[in-house]
């Protein structure tokens, strides 16, 4: 098991993605994404971050169609929690969400708001 606050999140993925964990080379390959089925129109607006282009790449889910341009990262929760953690590829901007809440409350929707803050969308 792994603890980690949303900041060690964050900063993980600005490692990670900036160079500071693994080779641009390995980060690259990682980003090398395969696309999958295109959600309509409908599924996108169940949820603010929910892919235009779902695509896998090497232990990520990206989105290159984001409005953010290339957004990789992913939601999960379990028992009594929601996480949803993403980084703004182009742009440099990692955000994560925690909370100890599992309905009437969405980590996605405070990670695209505060994207949209941050990237200036």
């Not at 964050?10 to 994404?33: I, K, N, Q, T, W």
């Not at 282009?53 to 929760?77: A, I």
């Amino acid at each position: 098991m792994i603890a980690s606050s949303c900041s060690d999140v964050a900063r993980f993925f600005d490692a990670l993605f900036g160079g500071g964990l693994l080779s641009s080379g390995l980060v690259r390959e990682m980003l090398e994404l395969i696309p999958l089925e295109k959600f309509s129109p409908a599924d996108r607006d169940a949820a603010p971050l929910r892919p235009h282009s779902p695509s896998y790449g090497l232990g990520l889910m990206g989105d290159p169609d984001s409005p953010w341009g290339l957004l990789v990262g992913h939601n999960g929760g379990g028992p009594c929690y929601r996480a949803s953690a993403f980084t703004a590829i182009e742009s440099g901007v990692s955000v994560c969400a925690m909370t100890a809440i599992e309905q009437g409350f969405s980590t996605e929707s405070i990670v695209a708001q505060t994207l949209n803050v941050l990237t200036h969308r």
